[in-house]
């Protein structure tokens, strides 16, 4: 009997209807297994996944392959993002084993939860050098039965080989720093933009590190790699021309198709790397971008009582990809007049944005200038301007009409904790008090309803991991800096002393990802997966605290976590960005105290440069002040706001 109509996950929920006799993640499950002497097959993945969905329609309401699912194994599902934890440690076994990962994620364990065997998506038959599913099924149950303590075995060698090994420290040095950035600027594709091939991240982490680098020089190479990166993602159908935002990734080298599902996470990270670099380059195309983001989160994401949601699906039915998002010439032409047609699709119909599935439909980009089509089409500039506003509305509102994709109104504490961060930052720089009013209403509300008695949750009934106590600290560091509120900053506080109990290891360093061991071990990890480490982003927090609450033992912290990932972060390169932005702040933090009212011109002032830079914000009595430190040296205070920016030093 299929036990997933009362889960809290609509990712569960959506398979309570299948013929298979789902269990969520339970002992129920393993003890059932155990006591018919059954392997389990684990299926992890997310509401937002167009593979989980094709894996489902194509298998799990297949009629023959529910009946081998539950003649053979004991079934589970698992949402990845309600359990992170276990996800990341059946990722790293399948891996192993077969050198890939994503999801859907489909495993085969042991009654004792350890896995033998697995794989990602699965045909229901064979194709592409994939083997069909019905056949992996009754291959994998006759191994079991057949050689039973092998599959044993392996397991056990399996999972004994994933413990992560101790960690060598290595030495604080800058010349880390400069090594990061040439290893970085030697990854960049300086045709396309962005990292690497396809598939393509955005990498947040190393665009943040990149900008940190770029401070004393904007036109650095370093500089003009990230303006080029956020550029073409910008222009890409990676963001979303008409209803902003960021898609998940882009199947493209040149950012032009995305996988179309949308994350909290991504478009938090995204909305801090474009509002950073929108002051460092004081560019109004990159704060359009900015606006576009909180345009998109808080049409879709938010919660009008407050908080973020978790993601919106890639697709409304899994045979038609990205189809809410994409275009035909002829929906245009239904659309738009004419002269809207001939204006837009130039704008927006690029060829290399069309559909492998279905080459009519196209992702939508804007590679050029609206200047560029004013001068095609012999009109003027503000004419092409005009009849880009008007047709953009239509499109919109017609797009709006189709049926949505799916949105998971969860709210995870982390991914919360994230937005929330993002909010406080761009509000301090557009001065917009809309979006800070809406940080501190989500803020609010993250802390009544996801800690419970004192404890913290990922989500409801869901222990907190550590990402959950990083980013909410974040988010509330960030809400400091922007309100004065000292509440934040005293909870922020509390919080990290819990996060010291519960997760870090006080003999080597760094912190745990669980506070108890999940599947036998607990993992340490720097490397950005792809929303930047929360071992990085402790240290930062760590830093900032240890000025902000005059608590030196936090900055020791700091030091042994960052000695102790120095070595393999240096390997890491493009993935551990995130680590040396922690590692540039503890060489070159600035501490600045705001002796000025919160709501004055200097402290807003203040606050603004401090939301792009690595900077401990304090506030103190007002003496219509500001006081900046850097490396145990204070300048003389600042009373000018206009002065501020030109004493506050490059980083």
């Known amino acids: 009997m299929n036990k997933l109509i009362h889960a809290k996950s609509p990712y569960l929920r959506h398979a309570a209807h299948q013929k298979i006799d789902w269990y969520p993640w339970s002992e129920e499950a393993f003890e059932r297994a155990r006591a018919e002497d059954k392997p389990v097959f684990l299926s992890t993945g997310a509401v937002w996944c167009h593979w989980c969905h094709v894996m489902a329609k194509e298998s799990f309401e297949d009629d023959e392959t529910a009946r081998l699912l539950n003649e053979l194994f004991v079934c589970v599902k698992l949402d990845r993002d309600e359990y992170p934890d276990i996800d990341r440690r059946y990722q790293q076994a399948v891996a192993a084993m077969s050198s890939a990962g994503g999801w859907p994620l489909s495993v085969f364990l042991t009654p004792d939860k350890q896995p033998f065997f697995g794989g990602t998506y699965f045909p229901p038959r064979d194709m592409q050098g994939r083997p069909g599913f019905k056949q992996v099924l009754r291959v994998v149950s006759n191994f079991y039965k057949t050689e039973k303590s092998n599959a044993l075995s392996y397991a056990a060698r399996l999972m004994d080989a994933l413990k992560p090994p101790a960690a060598i420290p290595a030495s604080l040095d800058p010349a880390l720093l400069h090594a990061a950035e040439e290893s970085m600027l030697a990854a960049f594709d300086s045709e396309n933009g962005g990292f690497g091939s396809a598939p393509k991240f955005p990498l947040c ?28 993602m910008a222009r890409g159908g990676f963001y979303d021309q008409l209803g902003g935002g960021f898609h998940r990734y882009s199947t493209d080298k040149a950012w032009m198709v995305p996988h179309f599902e949308k994350m909290a996470d991504d478009n938090a990270e995204l909305l801090k790397s474009y509002i950073h670099a929108s002051v460092l380059f ?138 929330i961060g993002a909010f406080f930052r761009v509000a301090a720089v557009l001065g917009n008090e809309e979006i800070l009013q809406f940080a501190v209403l989500s803020l609010e509300r993250i802390l009544k309803e996801r800690l419970t008695r004192g404890t913290l949750q990922h989500a409801e009934n869901v222990p907190a991991l550590l990402d959950d106590y990083v980013y909410l600290i974040d988010a509330l560091v960030s809400g400091y800096e922007a309100t004065a509120n000292r509440r934040y900053l ?52 760590l830093l900032k605290l240890s000025f902000m ?32 932005c922690a590692l540039e702040a503890w060489f070159h933090m600035i501490h600045l105290t705001i002796e000025a009212a919160p709501d004055s011109p200097l402290a807003q002032k203040a606050v603004e440069l401090a939301a792009t830079r690595s900077v401990a914000v304090l506030y103190g009595e007002d003496h219509g002040r500001v006081v900046l430190c850097k490396e145990g040296v204070c300048l003389e205070p600042v009373t000018d706001p206009a002065r501020l920016k030109d004493v506050l030093p490059p980083l």
């Not at 680098?213 to 990166?229: F, I, K, T």
């Not at 609206?370 to 301007?385: F, N, T, V, W």
């Not at 070595?567 to 960005?577: C, D, E, K, T, V």
């Open 205 to 232: 982490g190393a665009i943040s590190f990149l900008l940190l680098r770029s401070a004393r020089n904007p036109d650095s190479a370093a500089g003009r790699a990230v303006r080029m990166a956020l550029d073409a």
């Open 282 to 419: 004081e560019d109004e195309r990159l704060r359009t971008i900015v606006r576009g983001i909180i345009a998109y989160v808080e049409e879709v994401l938010s919660d009008p009582q407050g908080g973020f949601y978790a993601s919106q699906d890639a697709d409304v039915t899994p045979d038609d990809e990205g189809g809410y998002f994409t275009w035909t010439h002829d929906e245009f032409k239904s659309v738009l007049n004419t002269e809207e047609y001939q204006v837009l699709s130039a704008f927006f119909l690029n060829d290399r944005g069309m559909m492998h599935h279905d080459p009519e439909k196209i992702a939508l980009s804007s590679l050029k200038e609206p200047e560029e089509i004013a001068e095609e089409l012999g009109k003027s500039l503000d004419e092409i301007r005009n009849i880009m506003t008007l047709g953009r509305e239509k499109l919109l509102s017609a797009r709006m009409k189709r049926q949505a994709p799916f949105i998971d109104r969860t709210l995870y504490t982390s991914l919360n904790g994230m937005l």
């Open 490 to 541: 005293d909870l922020a506080d509390d919080f990290m002393a819990v996060c010291r109990e519960k997760f870090y290891d006080q003999s080597e360093g760094g912190f745990f990802d669980t506070e108890n061991d999940v599947l036998g071990m607990r993992l340490k990890r720097i490397e950005d997966v792809p929303h930047p480490s929360a071992n990085a982003a402790a240290v930062l927090l």
């Open 549 to 580: 609450k005059e608590k030196p033992s936090y900055r020791r912290m700091a030091e042994q976590t960052l000695e102790l990932f120095g070595g393999p972060a240096a390997a890491m390169g493009i993935h551990a960005g995130a680590y040396f």
